[in-house]
């Protein structure tokens, strides 16, 4: 950790070699059956969740799936109905907002117009009575932090989006939390910024240190951004999990469309055994084979999801008995290094294939109205019984 960093993270901990400290680090923020009701209306239903130290954790779902209403009794602006919130072990349900050790980044920065970059940051030091000498050196610590020390004296309006963002999170970090909430942090950024400053956060978190839960609908954000997400829907919590896990296992059909797009293909279970299972489903001529076994009876009802990019086009029909599909090209859409095709199959399902430009040439660059298949591996496909 830079000296900076170190400034800004404050003394810190000693670390123990025991259980007990692992325990705490593994358990940093607790939520422990949280319900959340408006009226009649459970906006949070039961939710646990445990959040490691200097992790940085994402909420991900669309909008009315609870997540910000979550967000907001971590930060105390809500109060749970019933259950418990405990950052380090210290219970918040009796303590109001401002004496929480929290600090929250709101999408719209909300960042005082008449005030310079500096005073904005120093606001809530001065609130604290924080001595001039350490107010000054917390806050030019935190702007070079941010790499907005030159713009120390401007004011908001003369600055861009992305910098107007870097400036409330030195805001945030000044403070010293030891939990940040970042709600929709990149909603006010254009997408080419956006992508930039996704990086530049993490890399200052990571060398802060700072325990952080962000709050996004937008999934290539917080598989950029998160070492670990949650999928909320409907006030609960449906999958957790890295990135590569979400993304690449799905445990429901809700979850394996909403991270990312995927082609869905329902049937039902006509052969399980330990290392196969064997799909039929009308959506295809051939039939399904996952290259793992599930437990449930044959004749359950199962969805099979296949990533675009998991899809293979041939132009001659492929070999084997299963995992393909004749079709025709119903529209691409040209992505750059890659182009996205929709492909109408015989049964009248459409099959969507994310090919490469590379692969493209192999094939010879099918188009609108050709006759083409469709195929993937045995172990492409993923079973939701969900």
């Not at 800004?8 to 259980?19: D, M, R, V, Y």
Request: charged content about 20%; overall charge neutral.
């Amino acid at each position: 950790m830079s000296d900076q960093s170190s400034a800004l993270a404050g003394a810190g901990t000693p670390s123990f070699a025991n259980s007990s400290a692992a325990s705490a680090a593994e358990n940093f923020v607790q939520i422990v059956d949280v319900v959340k009701k408006f009226g009649e209306t459970a906006a949070v239903k039961n939710v646990n969740l445990s959040v490691k130290k200097g992790e940085l954790f994402a909420l991900l779902g669309s909008s009315g799936c609870g997540k910000s209403t979550l967000l907001r009794m971590l930060a105390g602006l809500e109060t749970a109905t019933s259950g418990k919130i405990l950052i380090d072990g210290e219970d918040l349900a009796q303590m109001p907002p401002y004496r929480r050790p929290v600090n929250m980044m709101f999408q719209s920065y909300a960042l005082f117009p008449h005030m310079t970059v500096e005073s904005n940051v120093a606001f809530g030091l001065k609130q604290e009575g924080v001595p001039k000498a350490e107010l000054k050196e917390r806050v030019q610590t935190a702007l070079e932090l941010v790499q907005m020390g030159r713009f120390a004296k401007r004011k908001p309006h003369q600055l861009s989006g992305g910098q107007q963002q870097r400036v409330a999170l030195a805001r945030s970090l000044v403070k010293r939390p030891k939990l940040l909430l970042l709600d929709e942090p990149m909603s006010a950024l254009d997408k080419q910024i956006r992508q930039r400053t996704q990086i530049e956060l993490v890399n200052i978190l990571d060398r802060v240190g700072v325990t952080c839960i962000m709050v996004t609908h937008d999934q290539e954000e917080a598989m950029t951004m998160a070492s670990r997400l949650a999928v909320m829907s409907e006030g609960q919590i449906v999958q957790l999990g890295t990135p590569h896990e979400v993304y690449e296992f799905p445990n429901t059909r809700f979850s394996a469309e909403f991270i990312g797009s995927t082609n869905l293909f329902d049937g039902h279970v006509v052969e399980d055994e330990p290392d196969h299972v064997f799909v039929e489903t009308t959506d295809l001529s051939t039939r399904l084979y996952v290259n793992h076994g599930i437990t449930g009876p044959l004749g359950m009802p199962v969805t099979i999801s296949v990533r675009p990019e998991r899809i293979a086009l041939t132009r001659k029909p492929p070999e084997g008995a299963f995992n393909w599909g004749r079709g025709t090209i119903s529209n691409v859409a040209y992505m750059g290094g890659y182009s996205l095709y929709h492909v109408k199959l015989d049964s009248g399902k459409t099959v969507i294939a994310n090919v490469s430009s590379l692969a493209l040439t192999e094939i010879d660059s099918p188009s609108w109205g050709d006759e083409i298949y469709v195929r993937w591996s045995a172990s492409a496909g993923v079973v939701l019984t969900a």
